[in-house]
């Protein structure tokens, strides 16, 4: 039967509409939890220096998060096909931008964050199974230049074998991805809920928490923020207004890459069944779940922990700290467990969807054009296998660390070269770039209503123009905060960016893009699809 939201087939050789308004829900909340909830406020802390202003930070990041959902629920409405992000960057402004946002995507926005969420699910397994190390080699590291390696340890092995699990996983069809990902999803909210409930209610240190909140709004041991500009100031969170702002810009980039994935649902528009309806509801549902649990769970680490107990959290493992709080120690074990199952459902909704958007990239002809077929069980399952290539290649490359004077890094216990991982390095580079393509598609939204005013709309934008706008000038004024004091992880993202500019051209000299992508804009823009 044919689907005229997608123009697949329902029972023939396209995409299945399997998912419900549940599946969708499980799809936006599953892919934003992983392990940063569980790490990331340790740095935050550090940035803002005050227990409330740590709460705050998460509060305000997940209002821009929900800003954001709200205009692409009306996207996502509009144009209820696969590859959501990519669709509506394409039909705003331009075939080429939603290529330079797939392009993106595939080279280190999607597979890179797939890379370091399969090493956290390694990395937390490894407390569990001392065997699974960074350090335990099956090839010792292999010099390439000054500032790389290649090597292959069991952690990093590990993570490549959950890579390889999860995309022959969802290679079966989106019914049985649909199961992982709910079950693993439903099981890791209920973890977060048991940690807010102990930590907040049972096991509450009521010095602790009376002490955080008492002083809830003074930073204290805070970092200092040295820009990469010398007529721009140095400040810390406890120089004024300015040096707050800037703080919390930067803490941002903590709290908004611990919230980002919320838009994945998107991906797979053309296997849900009610899209008009469901997707954008989905992301609303989905990130206000998350929001609520990330924002309980900072309490609950302050009902826990003394403030500077969180800053300086050994490897930044502050939820393992509050579990040692209430289960002594076998605290690091629990959160092991915990964080593994985090990291093996939010892999599965990164893998599930992702593969999505270079299966209609595909269809557009630009992309491989085996990217764009689906096998016996309705699954893009060549863009499956060749986004798990990419992601399992981007665990094998390492950094060559080394101390500020350029001598190595070496492990203070057993003396040895230590070395970070290449996927980290380019996650930090590309985030920037991230945030600059959420701010474009919701300029988009505003563009779309001029260029197609008589467009179905089955649902309108909350608060539009008012909440897109508030999205729009807050994620700028981050933007520019970054761009200023961490101008040395922004630039490489613009570059990683501009990479997919010639390759365009190629696509495009060579026709592959050119008629498909023309003849369907022909067809959009001239009213609804």
């Not at 292999?142 to 959950?162: C, D, E, K, P, R």
């Not at 120089?239 to 998107?266: K, P």
């Not at 069944?273 to 997707?279: F, I, L, Q, S, T």
């Not at 557009?364 to 060549?382: K, W």
């Amino acid at each position: 039967m044919a689907n005229k939201d997608s123009g697949t087939t329902s029972s023939g050789g396209g995409l299945i509409r399997e998912l419900g308004a549940l599946d969708a829900t499980m799809i936006v909340a599953g892919s934003m939890i992983g392990s940063g909830i569980f790490i990331v406020p340790a740095d935050i802390a550090r940035h803002v220096g005050a227990p409330g202003l740590l709460v705050l930070v998460w509060i305000i990041a997940g209002l821009l998060t929900i800003a954001a959902a709200l205009s692409y629920g009306e996207l996502a409405g509009m144009m209820p096909q696969a590859g959501g992000q990519y669709v509506y960057l394409r039909e705003a402004f331009s075939p080429l931008w939603g290529f330079l946002y797939g392009w993106t995507l595939f080279l280190v926005i999607q597979t890179g964050t797939i890379a370091a969420v399969a090493v956290a699910f390694a990395r937390f397994l490894g407390v569990i199974a001392p065997g699974i190390s960074a350090t335990a080699w099956i090839v010792k590291p292999i010099h390439v230049s000054s500032g790389y390696a290649l090597s292959l340890s069991t952690q990093q092995f590990v993570g490549i074998l959950l890579i390889a699990l999860l995309t022959l996983l969802n290679c079966r069809g989106i019914h049985l991805g649909k199961l992982v990902q709910n079950t693993f999803t439903i099981t890791k909210t209920l973890a977060l809920i048991g940690l807010i409930v102990l930590g907040v209610l049972i096991f509450r240190k009521a010095e602790v928490a009376g002490t955080n909140f008492a002083d809830a709004w003074t930073p204290r041991g805070v970092n200092i923020i040295k820009p990469d500009f010398s007529i721009v100031p140095v400040l810390s969170a406890g120089d004024g207004w300015l040096g707050l702002i800037v703080a919390f810009c930067v803490a941002q980039v903590g709290s908004l890459f611990s919230m980002d994935a919320w838009n994945n649902v998107t991906f797979a528009a053309g296997e849900v069944k009610n899209p008009r309806r469901d997707v954008g509801l989905a992301m609303v549902a989905g990130t206000g779940l998350v929001i609520a649990l990330y924002t309980l769970a900072n309490i609950a680490y302050l009902c826990l922990l003394p403030f500077d107990g969180i800053q300086h959290a050994a490897d930044d493992r502050v939820g393992t700290a509050a579990l040692g709080v209430i289960f002594g120690g076998a605290g690091a074990a629990i959160m092991a467990v915990a964080i593994s199952i985090s990291t093996f459902g939010c892999n599965n909704g990164l893998i599930l969807a992702g593969s999505r958007v270079y299966y209609a990239m595909a269809k557009d002809g630009l992309f491989f054009q085996t990217t764009g077929r689906l096998n016996a069980r309705h699954a893009p399952a060549v863009a499956l296998l060749l986004q798990g290539i990419w992601a399992s290649l981007l665990v094998l490359p390492r950094t060559i660390l080394r101390n500020p004077d350029g001598t190595p890094k070496l492990d203070p216990t057993t003396g040895l070269q230590q070395y970070g991982n290449l996927y980290s390095d380019l996650l930090d580079y590309v985030i920037f770039s991230a945030l600059i393509f959420y701010v474009l598609t919701t300029v988009g939204l505003f563009v779309l209503r001029r260029k197609r005013p008589h467009a179905e709309r089955p649902y309108r934008a909350v608060g539009y123009p008012v909440v897109p706008v508030i999205y729009i000038l807050g994620a700028c004024v981050i933007l520019t905060v970054l761009a200023l004091y961490k101008t040395q992880t922004t630039w490489p993202g613009l570059v990683i960016v501009l990479t997919g500019i010639p390759v365009y051209a190629v696509w495009r000299v060579l026709g592959r893009g050119r008629s498909s992508i023309d003849n369907r804009r022909s067809l959009t823009d001239n009213g609804p699809p």
